[in-house]
């Protein structure tokens, strides 16, 4: 039976009602929630120069970092809410999403089932397959994006006390989670921490985390512009999807208490970086997992971090004057 606990502090992490979104849409705090993320810290770059910070969201949790745990706050407190005993998703061979819900989802005492489709062999896909045999989740190999499909229909219809969370995992009250991120930035920012960033580089595959940022920053009047780094293909992450995956967040938070938007978002994607497709490698996203290497001390990839960490160096480069934030979405714990 899953057990949430609404007290995160005597866990080191940060506690339910020391979320800053809550002082935003105060009737948030009726959602269910579950702790399971620290502050992160935001510091220089390493070898980027005086300009370019990082905030720290591989190290959002020692038991398995990256963007995806913010998110399992909300999702996974609603998960237990509705009774669920299960948590059902699909991703990729290497999938990111899949192992942090084996990791948090299993830690929380929910059973945790995946369905991975095929993707290119490497390294990091092997270490996920074996992390996520680790943390105990029961994964499933079925084939392409087609089969996968199917197959996650089915089992999600004979399904019982099942949650079922799809690929990317950015609903809108899964969104809330990088808003209230945003929110956290710019405490740090006020508190003279770091800089106040003129973009934000992220990397974007279902786009919930560079909507999230873009509307947490309208909402609090920030002036930053988020850069999308596109690695999913253009059908999943385009101008339109983002824009309707704010949409849908931002009417949940008008419906909670919080304030209508007055500016408009800045949020671009950044299309050169995607390659032949997701999960797909190439010689600039090669490079972009080594320097990832060399900036945190972990393996890179080249399906989400490769990607956004060369779009980063161009962009440094192509932006002389800007001070950049790389928002970090890949893991440095729990592999
Ligand atoms: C899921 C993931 C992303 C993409 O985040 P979205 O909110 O789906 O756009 C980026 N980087 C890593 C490491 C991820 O796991």
Not at 13 to 34: C, M, V
Not at 257 to 268: A, D, F, N, Q, Y
Request: proline fraction near 6%; hydrophobic fraction near 40%.
């Amino acid at each position: 039976m899953p057990t949430l606990f609404r007290d995160g502090a005597s866990r080191g992490l940060r506690p339910a009602d020391q979320r800053p979104l809550l002082s935003l849409a105060p009737r948030l705090e009726r959602l269910p929630f579950a702790p399971l993320c620290a502050v992160t810290p935001v510091e220089p770059l390493p070898g980027f120069g005086e300009r370019v910070w990082v905030k720290r969201d591989d190290k959002v949790s020692p038991i398995y970092g990256g963007n995806k745990v913010r998110r399992w706050e909300w999702l996974l407190a609603d998960a237990a809410q509705q009774g669920a005993k299960t948590l059902l998703t699909v991703g990729g061979l290497g999938s990111t999403q899949v192992t942090s819900l084996s990791a948090h989802g299993g830690a929380l005492g929910f059973r945790v089932k995946a369905l991975l489709f095929d993707q290119e062999p490497s390294a990091f896909v092997e270490s996920a397959q074996l992390a996520n045999l680790r943390f105990g989740s029961a994964c499933l190999r079925s084939g392409g994006y087609i089969s996968t499909a199917a197959r996650a229909t089915l089992e999600f219809a004979r399904a019982r006390e099942t949650y079922f969370i799809g690929p990317g995992a950015s609903t809108a009250l899964a969104n809330l989670s990088y808003v209230d991120a945003l929110l956290e930035l710019k405490q740090q920012v006020d508190l003279g921490l770091a800089p106040k960033p003129d973009s934000i580089v992220v990397a974007c595959g279902s786009g919930g985390t560079a909507v999230g940022l873009a509307l947490g920053s309208a909402l609090a009047d920030l002036e930053v512009e988020v850069i999308a780094v596109r690695i999913t293909e253009p059908f999943a992450s385009n101008q339109l999807t983002l824009r309707a995956l704010a949409y849908r967040t931002e009417r949940l938070i008008e419906r909670h208490g919080g304030p209508r938007r007055r500016r408009p978002l800045r949020l671009t994607v950044e299309p050169r970086f995607l390659g032949a497709g997701y999960g797909r490698r190439s010689p600039l996203a090669e490079a972009g997992a080594k320097r990832f290497e060399e900036c945190f001390g972990v393996p890179g990839e080249w399906t989400y971090i490769g990607k956004a960490l060369a779009a980063l160096s161009l962009l440094a480069k192509e932006r002389p004057r800007e001070t950049l934030l790389f928002w970090n979405t890949l893991s440095t714990t729990g592999r």
